[in-house]
């Protein structure tokens, strides 16, 4: 049995972190997936300047996991990553050298193999209300949402060339991930979730701008279709922290896919358990 654990949007939590290294020690879980916004906001990092989280990558979680990694010897779980909208990008080099360290394995935009299974990993999300657009796309067009920041606008920590703000689709990016892979047995680490579904909900309640109300949906177009299309084994996701509690579930099912969101906006960590094996006995506790 590949027993698994999935958390997302910690944010630089280092009591999170601490909660979810416990939990690798105590149950060694065969893989753990971590599902963006893991860093300090990009603000945030303003005020770690001089101090120990000056760098969060190389001076906390690099030395933690390296730690956990001495303590758990060969019980030391493969680590799957992704980054998350709230990340800077120009974290991404530190992430990919710590990589080299085999403590994790950086999956944006790849596919590795666990087991007999396949993991594949994307980061971006659909235009946001937020300023920093390094991990932002548009979603199946040009099209962005009222109250919606486009690709082409805000902040990056990173340049990007025009075209690519211009152009570039979440639609495109996950034709081009999978080409004609069969994903019978395909386990997706997302950072947002599809649109329209249980793991989507925003707090936009009575909200309106110009007249015309938000849309209480905030996924990604794409990925709903991608997932109806392709029908993964099982798909991850984080981003709207807020869903669950709104929809009464933290999880979903489109087709044969399972859809999972370790996103929570309460003072716990959600963690997430499951073995691919039997997706249907997934638990989610709070922690």
């Known amino acids: 049995m590949t027993n698994c654990v999935f958390v997302s949007d910690l944010h630089g939590n280092t009591g999170h972190y601490q909660k979810l290294f416990r939990v690798i020690a105590k149950e060694t879980p065969r893989a753990v997936f971590l599902g963006g916004d893991l860093l300090p906001s990009v603000l945030s990092l303003v005020g770690f300047r001089g101090s120990a989280y000056a760098d969060f990558i190389n001076e906390y979680l690099l030395k933690e996991f390296t730690l956990l990694r001495h303590e758990m010897k060969e019980a030391f779980p493969r680590i799957f990553i992704v980054m998350g909208n709230d990340d800077g990008r120009f974290a991404e080099p530190s992430i990919v050298d710590v990589e080299a360290s085999r403590v994790w394995e950086y999956v944006h935009n790849r596919k590795v193999s666990l087991e007999d299974f396949q993991v594949y990993g994307y980061s971006y999300v659909p235009p946001t209300p937020f300023l920093l657009k390094d991990w932002e796309r548009y979603d199946v067009s040009r099209y962005v949402d009222p109250g919606s920041v486009s690709p082409e606008e805000g902040m990056r920590s990173v340049p990007v060339h025009e075209d690519e703000q211009r152009n570039a689709t979440i639609k495109d990016d996950l034709d081009k991930l999978v080409g004609d892979d069969s994903l019978e047995r395909a386990i997706f680490l997302f950072h947002a979730p599809p649109y329209n579904s249980s793991l989507d909900r925003a707090a936009l ?11 209480l949906h905030v996924g990604s177009i794409a990925i709903r279709r991608f ?7 099982l798909t991850l996701h984080g981003h709207i922290h807020e869903s669950a509690r709104l929809t009464g579930s933290w999880r979903d099912r489109i087709g044969r896919t399972h859809a999972f969101s370790a996103a929570h906006d309460g003072p716990e960590l959600a963690v997430i358990r499951f073995a691919p094996e039997i997706l249907d006995s997934a638990t989610r506790e709070l922690i």
């Open 205 to 215: 309640d009575g909200k309106m701008i110009d007249h015309v109300p938000f849309d």
């Open 227 to 233: 997932i109806e299309e392709r029908e993964p084994l």
